[in-house]
Every structure is written in C-alpha cells, then in structure tokens.
C-alpha cells in the first residue's frame, strides 16, 4: 500500500491523460459546468501529453506516482513560463480522485521542490485556479503565497481565472500539508 514515485516515461502518458481528466472532473466540477468538463476526454488528454512531452522532455520533468502498481498521480514541472532563469514553474499535481487525502499530493509536491532545488533553482511559482479552495489550501500549507498576479485560462468554453503562488526553495522542505487535493496549477 505504499506510494513508490518515479519518472515518467512515454508508456506512461496515455494513462496520465485519463487520470489528468478524471482529476480535473473531480476538483473542479464544484465551480465549473458540465460543459466545460467534458472535453477533452481522458483520450485527448493522453495524446496532449504525448505531444506536449515530446517537445519539453529536455527541460521538463514528469513523475509518477503508484501505488501498488497503479498510477494515482502526477507531478510535472519546468522552467518559469516568464523566462525567469532562477525560477521553475511547478505545470501540475494531480492525483485520481480516489487518492486524495492520502499524503500523495504532498509526496508529489516535496519531490518536485526537490527537484527544482537541484536544477539550481532559488523559487518556485505556479499557477492554481482562483475558484480551487482545496488546490490553494494544499499550496498554502505546503509554505507557497498568492504574488497578486492573475491571468484567465480557457477551460473549455470557459475563461477561469488563475492565480500565480510562489516560494523559495532555499534550504529544506518546507512541506507542511497534511490533506491533498488535486491541483491543476496549469490545466
């Protein structure tokens, strides 16, 4: 019943695509309609990160997490979006459903601090949609702070708004969180 974490490899991406889907439904079905939901399907999320990886495995990480051989989650990570060369951009945590509050996400989100760390990274930002009360606490607990800066993404035919947190990655981790949620920091 323990959680193993490991990197992602392109076997894994199609069913990182489902679980990405199956995540997002479950966190965000609170403030978001049906219809902004329900595409793409778990499918079209797998081809996404195929795509997606085959462009920015050079200078992205993703991991896995299972738990008894079964993926219940994802962390994936990168450079600053805003070409900041001492920040990494922390693209996503999410988890299936059934995993959150297990200590998952916090297992996720202390691996990829690490990570950042060791690439020579001094910060780490994200983006969290605004209306995700669960994904902001998880954060929050985790040591990260709303900057103020906000931009909309386009789920489905929705625009959502989006808040940047941000840390710094200097020392241990500081990784206080004791529930999870899915994050969906980028979508």
Do not use: K
Not at 173 to 180: G, I, K, L, S
């Amino acid at each position: 019943m323990t959680v193993t974490l490991r990197p992602a490899t392109t076997v894994d991406l199609m069913l990182v695509g489902a679980l990405h889907q199956r995540s997002r439904v479950a966190a965000y079905s609170s403030f978001l309609p049906a219809a902004a939901l329900a595409e793409p399907t778990g499918a079209a999320m797998g081809s996404y990160w195929v795509e997606r990886w085959t462009w920015e495995h050079d200078d992205h990480r993703m991991t896995v997490a299972e738990r008894d051989g079964r993926l219940v989650g994802f962390s994936y990570l990168g450079p600053d979006d805003e070409g900041d060369p001492g920040t990494g951009l922390l693209n996503a945590i999410h988890l299936d459903p059934a995993e959150r509050g297990r200590g998952t996400g916090r297992q996720l989100m202390v691996d990829a601090l690490e990570a950042m760390r060791s690439r020579g990274w001094s910060r780490a930002v994200l983006w969290v949609l605004r209306d995700n009360a669960r994904a902001r606490a998880f954060y929050e607990r985790g040591g990260w702070a709303a900057t103020g800066q906000i931009r909309d993404e386009r789920i489905g035919p929705v625009a959502v708004p989006q808040l940047r947190y941000a840390r710094p990655l200097c020392g241990s981790p500081d990784v206080t969180a004791r529930r999870d949620g899915p994050a969906g920091p980028a979508g």
